[in-house]
């Protein structure tokens, strides 16, 4: 049976899609609703939405849409994949989506799951951790298209459904699967559709994954498919395909995330970088993004194999249309670096990678080398764009929190 996912963004999908894999599904993400059937012996196929940050109705009818498909394609299980910070807008779309999803399946309730152990995020009491803090004292407080002002994840979902929210506590989960399920079952009793369940391990995990094998619907962060076993779990690096492109290479950071901007720093010591200047980007968007092309392309003849490093720096302020415009912009970048050869990017960031491969054309990804937790290589091809034929890429396409300090040097080697 396949598993089919519709995940709130791209990386999300990646993220997702990258622990299943490590999980022995041999597993493809689709960009936006799957129209393609999978090439046989394809265990899971995560849909890549971009529906996180839209308004409600357009967000059900979409999920509802790539649902619908999945099940054409086969697909009999579901997983409805989110962020581990449980951002969204701020009405919030991961209730209505979810429960909507449930109603199309005539599925009772569905557990919420955000937790991602091996990415610092737990929930303890119904509180969302990341790292050593509250999800409101977090990076997550100042994030400029979903800032996070709880941490309570039943605070969160109450105002999102008309449902009362169930909670199982940590107590339960450390019981094991037989108590989690009665304990699942019993808030359904009591009319809850949606239950947050608390995880701090990896253990916990398994425990819950267990405890639901048979629900026919799950939400959460990826860290639930952690606790999954998929039908090559004996060998799970039989799933992966490697790196298929060659150089040029570049990485372009959107994402203003911690952990981004300190890859930026790091990597700005070993590559040649620039800025995207958003101002000039916004003034006259081709100018800036062909003279941009220009120096990239002087890098790459000086050294071939070296990548370029191109971030959008730190935002000020709460702006989302100024968000678009640099979304836009370094969707415009990519493809005039694609235009002048670069087929191997990491793109940093959720909404830009999502912009990006977009713009490149890419439908579906196939999932490679994993580099950490929800990180890894991916491959897809697209249209030429002109002279018939097809083109490949290999990606990285980082959430904007993960991976280690080193990624945007360290990653290339794994593509070797
Ligand atoms: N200098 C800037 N000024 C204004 N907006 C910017 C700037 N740099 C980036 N942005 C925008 O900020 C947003 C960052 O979102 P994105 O999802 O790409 O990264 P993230 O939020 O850090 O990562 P993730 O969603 O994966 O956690 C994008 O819309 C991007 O275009
Ligand atoms: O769950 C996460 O943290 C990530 O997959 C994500 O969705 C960030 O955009």
Redesign the pocket.
Known sequence: MTLGAVAD?L?GAIDLATNLAGRGFRTVVAIGVPADEPEPGTDAIVAALKTRSVAADDAVAESLNAVDALARLGCRRYYVKYCSTFDSTAEGNIGPVSEAICDRLGVDSAVVVPSFPAAGRTVYQGRLFVHDKLLHESHMKD???NPMRESDVVSLLRPQTRHPVGAVRYEQVHAGPDRIRAALDAETAGGARLVVVDAVTNEDLVAIAAATEKDAVVTGGSGLAAGFIGPRADDPDSVRSGGRAAPPRAVIV????AA?QGQVEHARAHLPFRELD?TAARDDLGRHVEALGQWAQKQWNDEPERPVLIS????RGH?PE???V??HA?AALAVELARRGARQFVIG????SGAVINALGIRQLTIGRELAPGVAWASGTAPRGGPPGEVTYDVILK???FGAPDLFTAAWKELA
């Open positions: 963004d990386t994030h400029p298209l959107g994402s203003v995330s981004s958003v959008s720096g730190q935002v702006d100024l968000s678009r640099v979304e370094n960031g959720g909404e830009t959430s904007g929190n």
